[in-house]
C-alpha cells in the first residue's frame, strides 16, 4: 500500500489526497506536522531531502515528493490530464503559477495569521501577502468569468492544485465571494463526484510521526 | 517568428532563451523590465494576465507564459525531457522544487540585495532567505554528489530551470564553489553544446517595450 507522509492542514497535502480519492487508490498517511518542525527533522530528511510534505513512499520504496509532481504522476491515463501538447503546457502554467504566486500569498498568510508566535510584528509583510492574494484571486476570477475550467474545457489537475488555498482564503479574511466567477468555480469542483473536503482525510490508516519514524537514538 | 517578453536580469527569462537557442528556433524579443514595473502594466497584462515574464506569443497569437510551462512546451521531442512517466514526473519535482524553494530565496535575495531602494531595512528578511537559500544549495549539491545531472541519467529541463539562479549565487554572497558537486555540476552544464551564459541574449531583434506596445492615450 502507498504511503503519504502529511498533515490535514496542508492544502499541498490535500491535493494529493483528492488525486488518490479520485482514483480509489488506497493509501495510508503518516502524520508530518510544520508546527513542529517534523518535515526538518533527520528521518524525515532522509526520506524527503527537500524537507517538504507531501511525499509519497511507493510500495518498491521509491519516493516522490512534491504535490505538482505527485498530481502529475497520479493523473496518468486520467482526463485529469490532456493528451494535447500545448494543453498539458497550460495545466503547468496554471500549476506553476499556484506554487509561485498563489501559494506562498495565501498559504503563508494564513501560516502567519494562524500560526505565527506574534503576528503583531509581522504587520508589513502580511499587508504585502493580503495584496498579493487579492492580486492572484483576481487573476483567478478573471480567468474564471469566461471558462468553467482554470486550464481546460474539463476539469484538470490545475483546478486541484488551485483549489485547497483558495477554499481556505476566508481563513485570512478574503471571502471568496467577493470574487463571483471564483465562487462558483469553487462550487462546481465541490460537485465533482470524487471531490474531497479541506481538512479530510481519505486515508485508510492515521500512522503518527514517532511510531512510523521510531524514536532517535 | 516567436516573440519572447522579458528581460536579461531575469533567470526565469534564461532559460526559456536556452531552450530555445538549444533547439535553434529564432526568436525576437520585447524588453519588459521588472524594475520598471512593466510586468504589470495594463498593456503587458491584457496579453499575460498572471503579470510576470517570461511569456511567448507563437504566430498564431496564442500566448504562452510561465517558465515552467515554456521549458515543458518546447521540450517536446527532444532528450530533455523524459519518455518514461515516473521519470518524467522526477524532472518535474525539481521544477517545482526550484519554483517554490530555490527561486524564492535565491532570486529574491537577489533581487532586494541589488534593486531594493533600501536594503538595509531588510535585514531580517535578508537573513532569513539567506538561511533557506544555503538550504536549497545544499539539498542540490547532496543530490548532484550521486549523480551527473539534477533528475535523471541525462540533462533534462530541471538542469535548465535551477542553471541561472544557482550560478548567480554568487552575486548575492554564497560563492557555488563552496558546494564542491554543485560547481561541478555548474561547469557540466556550462559545457553543454547549446549552453547560453547568463546576461546572454539569442534574440535576433531587440524591440524597446513602448515601440512592442505603443504609448498610452
Known sequence: MLTLFGNLD????????????????????????????QPRDPRFLALNPMGKVPAVRFEDGDVL??????????????????TDRRRQAEVLRWMFFEQYSHEPALAVLRYLMRFAPDPAVQTDRIAELTQKARFVLGVLDDRLATQDWIADAVPTIADLALYPYTRL????????????????W????ESLPWHLPVYTDAATELIPFEAYFGSVA
Open 186 to 189: 469553487l462550487t462546481r469542483v
Open 169 to 184: 482564503a476566508g481563513e485570512i479574511g478574503l471571502d471568496p465571494g467577493a470574487w463571483p466567477a471564483l465562487s462558483r
Open 65 to 82: 515528493s512534491d504535490s505538482g509532481a505527485l498530481l502529475f504522476h497520479f493523473a496518468e491515463g486520467t482526463g485529469l490530464w490532456p
Open 10 to 37: 496542508s492544502g499541498n497535502v490535500h491535493k494529493v489526497q483528492t488525486i488518490l480519492h479520485a482514483r480509489d487508490i488506497p493509501f495510508r498517511r503518516v502524520d508530518v506536522r510544520q508546527d513542529r518542525g
